[in-house]
């Protein structure tokens, strides 16, 4: 450095940052200072969480696995366009569309989500899936305890993913609401079974278990 330089900009004060100087009392107390700051956190209120044991509720809109939603009938909401796997910035989600039939009819419409698969290895759960999800199939649930002894069984399936049907529900397959499209189901039309998806369920499986508590609301 110049001398030129060092005139022009000479080095700060270190005063500026040094710590302020201790009175007599701080002097006297400097050797146990340390302890002020055990001494009060002593009696403040215990924050450690008893997990797992107490389980402390999540913030409302935490991240946590994935679901895939029914309509109030029973049928899926996934149509398995594939565009939350094509949102995932880490390409943890696998979509394969599969073609409803007047047979086996899961979603409203064309297709349903055949294969869907969460890799929970790759997730970082920045909810751009459910962002890009047209039809709501896909949310995020509060649920965090995601563990496995292999890679593969953190890889989730469909079976794993779907939401466990609400009381009165209908399990899929079964037809839509009799004179609908899909469009009625995705501006919330649909409020529950009708009566013909009840007796097209109990003629086509008659063991199904939902058939038990089904309430249906009558023709749409
Ligand atoms: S979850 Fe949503 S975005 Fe993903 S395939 Fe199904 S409908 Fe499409």
Sequence with gaps: MSKEHAEQFPDPDPSLWAPAPK????????????????LSSMFRPVATEQYPEEKVPTAPRYHGRHQLNHYADGLERCIGCELCAWACPADAI????????PDAQYSPGERFGKVYQINYLRCIFCG?????CPTRALTMTND???????????????QDLLAPLEPGMLAAPHPMVEGT??????????????????????EHRPDDPTLSTVRAEGSH
């Design 128 to 132: 751009y899936c459910i962002q890009a």
């Design 23 to 38: 009175g007599p009392l701080g002097q006297m107390f400097a050797p146990v200072a340390g302890f002020g700051v055990t």
């Design 144 to 158: 965090f305890e995601l563990a496995g002894a292999t890679r593969e069984e953190m890889i989730y399936e469909k």
């Design 94 to 101: 696998f979509v394969e569309a599969g073609y409803n039939t």
């Design 181 to 202: 499209t899909d469009a009625e189901y995705y501006s919330g039309e649909i409020t529950g079974p009708t009566e013909q998806q009840v007796a097209w369920v109990a």
